[in-house]
Nanobody
Framework: QVQLVESGGGLVQPGGSLRLSCAAS????????IGWFRQAPGKEREGVSC????????YYADSVKGRFTISIDNAKSTVNLQMTMLKPEDTAVYYC???????????WGKGTLVTVSS
Protein backbone atom coordinates (compact mmCIF):
# COMPACT_ATOMS: atom_id res chain seq x y z
CA GLN A 1 0.00 0.00 0.00
CA VAL A 2 1.44 3.35 -1.07
CA GLN A 3 0.72 6.42 1.03
CA LEU A 4 0.95 9.93 -0.35
CA VAL A 5 0.55 13.07 1.74
CA GLU A 6 0.32 16.53 0.20
CA SER A 7 1.20 19.76 1.93
CA GLY A 8 1.84 23.41 1.10
CA GLY A 9 -1.53 24.59 -0.13
CA GLY A 10 -3.07 27.87 0.91
CA LEU A 11 -4.32 31.27 -0.15
CA VAL A 12 -2.11 33.35 -2.45
CA GLN A 13 -2.60 36.50 -4.48
CA PRO A 14 -2.49 36.44 -8.28
CA GLY A 15 1.12 36.53 -9.43
CA GLY A 16 2.31 34.87 -6.25
CA SER A 17 4.04 31.56 -5.63
CA LEU A 18 3.46 28.38 -3.64
CA ARG A 19 5.42 25.19 -3.19
CA LEU A 20 3.50 21.95 -2.83
CA SER A 21 5.11 18.81 -1.46
CA CYS A 22 4.09 15.19 -1.77
CA ALA A 23 5.61 12.86 0.81
CA ALA A 24 5.58 9.30 -0.48
CA SER A 25 5.93 6.10 1.47
CA UNK A 26 9.20 4.23 1.32
CA UNK A 27 10.17 2.81 -2.08
CA UNK A 28 7.16 4.34 -3.85
CA UNK A 29 9.37 6.52 -6.00
CA UNK A 30 11.37 3.45 -7.04
CA UNK A 31 8.31 1.89 -8.64
CA UNK A 32 6.06 4.73 -9.74
CA UNK A 33 6.17 7.96 -11.61
CA ILE A 34 4.52 10.62 -9.48
CA GLY A 35 2.00 13.04 -10.90
CA TRP A 36 0.32 16.19 -9.69
CA PHE A 37 -3.33 16.63 -10.60
CA ARG A 38 -5.90 19.26 -9.78
CA GLN A 39 -9.65 19.53 -9.63
CA ALA A 40 -11.46 22.83 -9.65
CA PRO A 41 -15.10 23.12 -8.50
CA GLY A 42 -17.42 21.76 -11.14
CA LYS A 43 -14.59 20.51 -13.34
CA GLU A 44 -12.96 17.18 -14.02
CA ARG A 45 -9.67 16.22 -12.43
CA GLU A 46 -6.79 17.03 -14.77
CA GLY A 47 -3.10 16.26 -14.95
CA VAL A 48 -0.77 19.14 -14.16
CA SER A 49 2.71 17.67 -14.09
CA CYS A 50 4.50 14.35 -13.74
CA UNK A 51 8.02 13.11 -13.06
CA UNK A 52 9.77 9.80 -13.37
CA UNK A 53 12.48 9.03 -10.82
CA UNK A 54 14.06 6.44 -13.12
CA UNK A 55 15.15 8.90 -15.80
CA UNK A 56 14.08 12.30 -14.50
CA UNK A 57 11.73 12.89 -17.40
CA UNK A 58 8.99 15.41 -16.77
CA TYR A 59 5.64 16.40 -18.21
CA TYR A 60 3.72 19.65 -17.89
CA ALA A 61 0.24 20.56 -19.03
CA ASP A 62 0.24 23.45 -21.49
CA SER A 63 -1.62 25.61 -18.99
CA VAL A 64 1.28 25.52 -16.50
CA LYS A 65 4.37 25.32 -18.74
CA GLY A 66 6.90 27.97 -17.83
CA ARG A 67 5.21 28.61 -14.46
CA PHE A 68 5.34 25.30 -12.58
CA THR A 69 8.39 23.14 -11.88
CA ILE A 70 8.29 19.56 -10.61
CA SER A 71 11.23 18.00 -8.80
CA ILE A 72 12.19 14.96 -6.73
CA ASP A 73 14.01 14.88 -3.41
CA ASN A 74 14.96 11.21 -3.21
CA ALA A 75 16.54 11.57 0.22
CA LYS A 76 13.21 12.71 1.61
CA SER A 77 11.05 10.58 -0.73
CA THR A 78 9.26 13.76 -1.71
CA VAL A 79 8.03 15.22 -4.96
CA ASN A 80 7.70 18.99 -5.04
CA LEU A 81 5.71 21.28 -7.29
CA GLN A 82 6.96 24.86 -7.36
CA MET A 83 4.19 27.09 -8.66
CA THR A 84 4.89 30.66 -9.74
CA MET A 85 2.94 33.42 -11.50
CA LEU A 86 -0.24 31.91 -10.11
CA LYS A 87 -3.55 32.82 -11.70
CA PRO A 88 -7.10 32.65 -10.33
CA GLU A 89 -7.76 29.76 -12.73
CA ASP A 90 -5.10 27.74 -10.88
CA THR A 91 -7.48 27.56 -7.92
CA ALA A 92 -8.21 23.90 -7.22
CA VAL A 93 -7.58 20.98 -4.92
CA TYR A 94 -4.19 19.60 -5.88
CA TYR A 95 -3.51 15.89 -5.57
CA CYS A 96 -0.40 13.83 -5.98
CA UNK A 97 -0.71 10.31 -7.23
CA UNK A 98 1.20 7.34 -8.61
CA UNK A 99 1.00 7.77 -12.36
CA UNK A 100 0.84 10.46 -14.97
CA UNK A 101 -2.73 10.14 -16.19
CA UNK A 102 -5.95 9.83 -14.25
CA UNK A 103 -6.70 6.40 -15.71
CA UNK A 104 -3.21 5.12 -14.83
CA UNK A 105 -3.30 6.14 -11.17
CA UNK A 106 -3.28 3.41 -8.52
CA UNK A 107 -2.92 5.56 -5.41
CA TRP A 108 -4.10 9.08 -4.62
CA GLY A 109 -3.25 11.49 -1.86
CA LYS A 110 -6.06 13.32 -0.07
CA GLY A 111 -5.28 16.66 -1.69
CA THR A 112 -4.38 20.17 -0.65
CA LEU A 113 -6.38 23.28 -1.51
CA VAL A 114 -4.79 26.11 -3.46
CA THR A 115 -6.77 29.34 -3.71
CA VAL A 116 -5.52 32.19 -5.90
CA SER A 117 -7.44 35.32 -5.11
CA SER A 118 -6.94 38.95 -4.26
Amino acid sequence: QVQLVESGGGLVQPGGSLRLSCAASEFALDYYAIGWFRQAPGKEREGVSCISSSDGSTYYADSVKGRFTISIDNAKSTVNLQMTMLKPEDTAVYYCATGCTVLAVHYWGKGTLVTVSS
